[in-house]
C-alpha cells in the first residue's frame, strides 16, 4: 500500500493580553481533530524559516496594535520573507486577530505582505473585536480543523 507523506500545519501567533493565545490554541484543538495532520504552533518570535518551510499550510495570528499587526508577527513575516522567495509560492493561509478596533488595518497588512511571498489566502479571517467569547474561539477551532482538513487532503 503506497502511503501519503506526513501533512503539516504551522500556526504563528503573538499575544500580549491572552485573547490572541486563546485564539491560536483554539485553532490548534480544531486542528489536531484532523489525524492525518501534524499540527505545530509556535509563538512569532521563536518561529521561524524551517518552520514555514516545513509547513503545508499557516495560520497567522496577532492583537491589533496600533491599527497594525504585532512588530512580532511583522518580525517573523520580515526574517523569513527573503529566504521563503521561490520555496512557499502558493502555500495556503488564514488569519485571525484580536482587535480593539476593527481589525482592518492589521488584516491589510498581512494580506499585502503575503501577496508578496506569494501566499494564498484560502478561509475567511477572523477578527475577534473586542473580548473574546465562546462563540469566537468555537469559530477559531472550526477554522483550524478547516485548514487542517484542507492541508490533509490536498483541498488548498
Not at 33 to 42: A, F, M, N, P
Not at 99 to 112: C, Y
Request: hydrophobic share 40%; aromatic share 8%; proline share 4%.
Amino acid at each position: 500500500m503506497n502511503e501519503r507523506a506526513p501533512r503539516h500545519l504551522l500556526i504563528v501567533y503573538h499575544s500580549q493580553t491572552g485573547h490572541t493565545r486563546a485564539m491560536a490554541r483554539a485553532a490548534l484543538r480544531g486542528a489536531r481533530r484532523v489525524s492525518e495532520v501534524e499540527t505545530r504552533l509556535k509563538m512569532a518570535l521563536r518561529a521561524g524559516l524551517d518552520d514555514l518551510l516545513w509547513a503545508h499550510g499557516l495560520l497567522l495570528g496577532t492583537p491589533e496594535n496600533f491599527g497594525y499587526m504585532s512588530g512580532a508577527l511583522k518580525n517573523f513575516l520580515d526574517r523569513t520573507y527573503y529566504p521563503a522567495q521561490g520555496k512557499v509560492d502558493g502555500l495556503p493561509y488564514a488569519v485571525f486577530i484580536s482587535a480593539g478596533n476593527d481589525g482592518r488595518g492589521a488584516l491589510s497588512s498581512i494580506e499585502r505582505i503575503a501577496r508578496g511571498y506569494p501566499l494564498k489566502p484560502v478561509c475567511e479571517p477572523i477578527i475577534a473585536r473586542g473580548e473574546l467569547n465562546a462563540e469566537v474561539l468555537q469559530h477559531c477551532e472550526e477554522l483550524g480543523e478547516t485548514m487542517a482538513s484542507g492541508v490533509a487532503w490536498g483541498i488548498f
